[in-house]
């Protein structure tokens, strides 16, 4: 398996921290390094930046918190004890009337400042949205019906600190505080599986939890309470939140260090990196459709986008606000995120996906395919399936070009029945394209193939040619 530039940097920059400790190889590790930015450095280069929209949402949300989608509708909760839902497909053109808002910890009639109420953490399950808040002079775990929004609270036995992330299964909700508690959807038991863990955000990945501590570093911790795990070393201060990479690295935030950081559960190691300036206070993050980790500095007001492949930022893609950037969380190819100020605000940061790689195969039987470009005939183009992706089924075909570029409207017309081009017993599409219409020219070396799949995914391919004519 072949190492993404993600892990090639990953591992240098582990191999030079470990070098410089022992203090060996300086020149060896300066010249390694400029040697590996010069060679495989990507950036985003000409590609589009993301498309940015904004929404007034303080009419309904006072001081947002955590968030947690349920296909286009978004939940919020903020720092009045409230859970608005935001349909997301409506919100640019309806407004605050996309929104509909619920009282999840309701002020008594006498309280102020001493009976807080603030609805944090937010997890979606079985028809339900699980808020955790304070309430009450103390903590409470509330259930919500997606369906009309209905409200029913309860309280633990005793104290488990202010309820931040929340995670859940089919068996229990987890809450973030003073250590992890453990809550039964069936009994509605209590109890404690990380006691003085002093946890923040949470990430549940099968049977395991991860999470975030006020203290320094992460931890993580088996659902049923067993294999408790703190890891510190390497870390600069407190984590708040998580998020994990197709790859398994586990990336964090460190808000009082104003670093982002990544760890590797393989061997425990960790790399930090500077978020901006001294008083950024990263909070939030989340990864795009193209892999890129969006990051909410909370007291800058900035929200800023950085490459794991290249260890880069981009600071073209830098946003700034009036208020602060809490939480984000990607939904398709999207981020939302939200903004706490005087007019709370949400945020919709848009990006194409990645295409997905598809092995083409052009005039079959050929070592290099050679294309006349005076032809007005066509292109036989066999678009390969793999064991994720069925060509023959999968792919839309009206959306398919082909040619110079990719983007050529040359799709001639494509076989009724799915054809095994390269024995692999998978059913293959072949297609064929006008060769006028791909634009192809002297000197040409690369045909490039473009579609989307039925489901809306971009696919793309390539292969090497030999163009003949003028």
């Known amino acids: 398996m072949s190492s993404s530039p993600e892990d090639i940097y990953f591992a240098i920059e582990l191999a030079n921290r470990r070098v410089l400790a022992m203090q060996k190889g300086s020149v060896i590790v300066f010249v390694l390094i400029m040697l590996v930015i010069l060679s495989s450095r990507q950036v985003r280069g000409s590609a589009s930046l993301p498309t940015i929209a904004t929404f007034d949402i303080g009419g309904k949300v006072y001081q947002p918190y955590w ?14 004890g409230s859970l608005a839902r935001i349909d997301t497909a409506t919100i640019a053109t309806q407004g605050l009337n996309a929104i509909s808002a619920v009282q999840v910890f309701p002020f008594s009639s006498g309280g102020c400042c001493g009976n807080f109420v603030a609805s944090l953490g937010i997890v979606i399950r079985s028809g339900f949205a699980w808020i955790g808040g304070e309430y009450n002079y103390g903590q409470a775990l509330s259930k919500v019906s997606l369906l009309d929004l209905s409200v029913e609270t309860f309280f633990p036995p005793y104290g488990i600190g202010t309820p931040l992330g929340l995670v859940a299964d089919d068996s229990f909700v987890y809450i973030a505080g003073s250590g992890i508690a453990r809550f039964s959807l069936f009994d509605h038991s209590w ?3 990380a006691p003085g863990a002093h946890a923040a955000g949470l990430w549940l990945n099968g049977s395991t939890i991860w999470f975030t501590r006020q203290t320094v570093g992460i931890g993580k911790v088996n659902t049923d309470g067993t294999n408790l795990t703190y890891y510190s070393s390497g870390f600069s201060s407190n984590t708040v939140f998580l998020a994990n990479a197709t790859n398994g690295r586990i990336w964090f935030t460190e808000n009082n260090a104003h670093m982002i950081g990544v760890f590797d559960p393989v061997d425990t190691s960790v790399v930090e990196y500077a978020f901006g300036s001294v008083q950024d206070g990263p909070y939030g993050l989340a990864f795009d459709a193209q892999g890129k980790l969006w990051v909410a500095g909370e007291w800058n007001g900035n929200i800023r986008e950085f490459d794991p ?4 930022w981009n600071p073209a893609a830098d946003l700034v606000f009036s208020g602060e950037p809490f939480f984000l969380l990607k939904n398709g190819n999207d981020v939302w995120g939200d903004i706490q100020s005087i007019d709370s605000k949400l945020i919709r940061i848009s990006v194409a996906p990645q295409p ?3 092995n083409i195969e052009i005039q079959h039987g050929t070592t290099l395919p050679t294309i006349n470009s005076r032809s007005h005939g066509t292109i036989p183009v066999a678009i390969l399936s793999s064991p994720d992706l069925n060509a023959f089924s999968m792919l839309n075909r009206t959306s398919l070009t082909f040619g110079k570029t990719g983007s050529e409207q040359s799709l001639a017309f494509c076989n009724r029945n799915s054809v095994d081009m390269n024995g692999d017993e998978l059913p293959d599409l072949l297609c064929h394209f006008g060769i006028q219409a791909a634009g192809f020219g002297g000197g040409d070396s690369i045909a490039f193939l473009s579609g989307m799949t039925i489901g809306g995914s971009p696919i793309q391919g390539k292969a090497r040619i030999r163009v003949v004519g003028p």
Request: without cysteine; hydrophobic residues 40%.
């Open 309 to 312: 492949s290249s260890r880069s």
């Open 191 to 193: 109890s404690t599986i």
């Open 356 to 358: 997905i790689p598809v």
């Open 67 to 80: 968030m947690a989608m349920n296909g286009h509708d978004l939940y919020v909760v903020d720092g009045t």
